[in-house]
């Protein structure tokens, strides 16, 4: 089931970055960098949190997600890559995590994909990943905070995210930065885990609140990173407002639509070419 949204792009300006390039040029070359930057108090406190938990679950990470979506994760990957990420595209998957959006982004014909988290246990799987599927040469790896990308102005044909959104400190700052990275006519995708609508939301957020958990618990053994899942919605805007934060961080043509019975929405824009 997949339902559609969209908001009508405000053409306002961006804030400028003073991203610094950090790119790990080679897995098998380089050893791991850290991040780039951090957040403010609260959100640096928030960020460690977030960052020390996915290092304690990347060993279970694949299989429980296969799990918690009856294997339909692949599937809404391959539609953010369909959406915004032309075969022959340089593209940034910020928060690459095991790498699966990097891995579908080679498989559908990216030139190059530079694939950023700020969680370096996440990386290295990622990148061990990526080089057993025979893609490394197209990919690389790098630290570093989406809210504050280490990269020039203008450096993406697109930018790619998975189930980063609900992480973040300051969802503005990163899509600022992801509208910066952007070139004029460069494409935007923001796929997450967002509030059901409709008759189906009690059952969906019982599933997201008691079972997801659970399960998430039995397969890691890590009860406490789960229950942060449903926590991770509390405050979270939901598809229509953030589709409206997507404008207003400059970027037009914004649409989304939803998956999984509305739980999970995929969010599409694009980077007006009259941009700096
Ligand atoms: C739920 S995982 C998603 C991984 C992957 N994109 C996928 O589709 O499975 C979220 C990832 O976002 C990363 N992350 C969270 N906040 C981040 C930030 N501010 N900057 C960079 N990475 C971040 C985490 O370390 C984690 O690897």
Redesign the pocket.
């Known amino acids: 089931m997949s339902t559609r949204g969209s908001v009508g792009g405000q053409e306002r300006g961006p804030e400028r970055g003073t991203g610094r390039h950090k790119v790990l040029p080679s897995p098998k070359k380089q050893r791991l960098a850290g ?1 780039a930057g951090m ?1 403010s108090a609260n959100g640096a406190e928030k ?1 460690a949190q ?2 020390e938990m ?1 290092a304690r679950i990347v060993s279970d ?1 694949d299989t429980v ?1 296969s799990v918690m979506t009856f294997g339909r ?1 692949h599937a809404w ?1 391959r539609a953010a890559v369909e959406a915004v990420a032309p075969s022959g595209a340089r593209v940034l ?9 990097a891995s579908e982004l080679c498989r559908q014909g990216c030139a190059s994909v530079v694939a ?4 370096l246990d ?1 990386v290295r799987v990622a990148r061990d990943k990526v080089e057993r599927r025979g893609a490394s040469e197209r990919v690389t790896f790098a630290g ?4 504050r990308l280490p990269f020039p102005d203008g450096a993406f044909d697109a930018v790619i ?4 959104m609900r ?3 300051d969802i503005p700052a ?1 899509l600022r930065e992801f509208h910066r990275v952007l070139k004029p006519g460069g494409r935007l995708a923001c ?1 997450d885990v967002t509030h059901p609508p409709g008759l189906l939301r009690p059952l969906c957020l019982f599933y997201f609140d008691a079972i997801v958990p659970l399960i998430g618990g039995i397969l890691s053994g890590d009860f406490a990173a789960y229950r942060y899942l449903p926590r991770s919605l509390d405050g979270f805007p939901d598809a229509d407002r953030l589709a409206e934060m997507i404008a207003e961080a400059g970027l037009g043509e914004v649409n989304f639509q939803r998956f999984n019975f509305g739980m999970v929405a995929l969010h599409t824009a694009r980077k007006p070419l009259a941009s700096a």
């Open positions: 991040s957040p960020a977030v960052r996915f990470y997600n994760d990957r998957d910020a928060a690459t995590g095991t790498g699966e959006l950023l988290d700020f969680c996440m570093g905070d989406a809210q995210n998975g189930f980063l992480n973040l400190t990163a796929l």
